[in-house]
C-alpha cells in the first residue's frame, strides 16, 4: 500500500519589539523567566558583551529562539521572538502587554510569517 505523503504548513509567529531597558542581566533574567513562564523548552543560550557598548543574546528553543540587541547609545533595546508555536507565542505576547516595560512594537503584535 502506497504512503500519502502529509502536508504540513510552516509558519513561524513572530514578536518584534523594542524595550527601553538596556542592561544586560535585567534583559536576561526576565526574558528567560517569561520563556520559562510560557512553557519554551531552552536548549541552548549564549550572550556577548560587547567591548565598548552593547550586549547580544540568544536562546535556542525547541520552539525556534528568541533573541535580544541592546543599543545603550540609543536606550533601546530589540528582542525578536520567532515560535512555530501559536499558543506559546501568544502568552509570551501576553506577559509583554501586562509587563512593566516600556514597549515600542516593530509590527502589529504577532505577525504570522509563511514560505511562501
Known amino acids: 500500500m502506497e504512503e500519502k505523503a502529509?502536508?504540513?504548513a510552516a509558519k513561524i509567529h513572530n514578536l518584534r519589539f523594542w524595550v527601553?531597558?538596556?542592561d544586560p542581566e535585567?534583559?536576561?533574567n526576565r526574558f528567560r523567566k517569561y520563556l520559562t513562564q510560557?512553557?519554551?523548552v531552552i536548549l541552548n543560550f549564549t550572550d556577548h558583551h560587547f567591548p565598548e557598548v552593547g550586549y547580544t543574546a540568544f536562546w535556542m528553543l525547541?520552539?525556534?529562539h528568541l533573541a535580544i540587541h541592546t543599543f545603550p547609545e540609543e536606550g533601546w533595546s530589540y528582542i525578536e521572538l520567532s515560535s512555530c508555536n501559536k499558543q506559546k507565542a501568544e502568552k509570551f505576547y501576553a506577559l509583554l502587554k501586562e509587563s512593566d516595560l516600556k514597549v515600542?512594537?516593530?509590527g502589529h503584535g504577532i505577525e504570522i510569517c509563511l514560505p511562501d
Open 20 to 22: 527601553s531597558d538596556c
Open 6 to 8: 502529509k502536508i504540513v
Open 38 to 40: 510560557v512553557g519554551f
Open 62 to 64: 525547541a520552539e525556534s
Open 26 to 28: 535585567t534583559l536576561q
Open 104 to 106: 515600542n512594537w516593530n
